[in-house]
């Protein structure tokens, strides 16, 4: 599916909010699907986008939940 700008805002949007909302909600990456009704693919792209902003992180058994920490705090200074 294509994506026009306003839709992925908007479904963006829709998923940082349900986190924000919901600070304990832990997905697997076939729930999100099932929970936005998105294909795998594109469920994926969108939490990477937010673990990229740092809302989120990817726990080791692939779930996704609210990251505890700014995402630059997680990396040792050089």
């Known amino acids: 599916m294509r994506w ?17 909302e919901m600070p304990g909600l832990r997905v697997t990456l076939s729930q999100a699907a099932r929970l936005w ?22 726990n080791a058994d692939g779930a996704y939940v609210v990251a505890t920490e700014p995402a630059r705090a997680r990396f040792p200074r050089v």
């Open 4 to 20: 026009g700008l306003d839709d992925a805002t908007t479904v963006l949007n829709r998923i940082r909010s349900e986190f924000r």
């Open 37 to 58: 009704h998105l294909d795998p693919p594109t469920s994926e792209s969108f939490l990477n986008a937010l673990v990229v902003d740092g809302l989120l992180r990817r």
